[in-house]
Nanobody, 125 residues
Framework: VQLQASGGGLVQAGGSLKLSCAASGRTISRYSLAWFRQGQGKEREFVAAITWRTSRTYYADSVKGRFTISRDNAKNTVYLQMNSLKPEDSAVYYC???????????????????WGQGTQVTVSS
């Protein structure tokens, strides 16, 4: 499946952004979906994931309570609503997909086969 992330931008600390990731080529209804991010000079890290069958969600501790991942299978799109943004949330955000369940767990990037190109999020203090 091909993925196209959008919705990034510049926002002040405390603000909100909603990222979208549109899929094409296949329906995402049988895909688990996730968001990862990579800050400048940092390693890629898990942000959030949503499963394919029950839409169960998983979050990194650093974003729990502030970010919400959701999916709309009819629109073939996954979203990441980000509230109460902090400067440390600044990063390139990537969406990822894997048929059914990623090997090794939902928070491991190596388990996802398909990746979008990334969208930049910058949070100013």
């Amino acid at each position: 499946v091909q993925l196209q992330a959008s919705g990034g931008g510049l926002v002040q600390a405390g603000g909100s952004l909603k990222l979208s990731c549109a899929a094409s080529g296949r329906t995402i209804s049988r895909y688990s979906l996730a968001w990862f991010r990579q800050g400048q000079g940092k390693e890629r890290e898990f942000v959030a994931a949503i499963t394919w069958r029950t839409s169960r969600t998983y979050y990194a501790d650093s974003v729990k309570g502030r970010f919400t991942i959701s999916r709309d299978n009819a629109k073939n799109t996954v979203y990441l609503q980000m509230n109460s943004l902090k400067p440390e949330d600044s990063a390139v955000y990537y969406c990822a997909a894997d048929l059914r369940s990623p090997e090794g767990g939902f928070n491991r990037g190596s388990g996802y086969d398909d990746w979008g190109q990334g969208t930049q999020v910058t949070v100013s203090s």
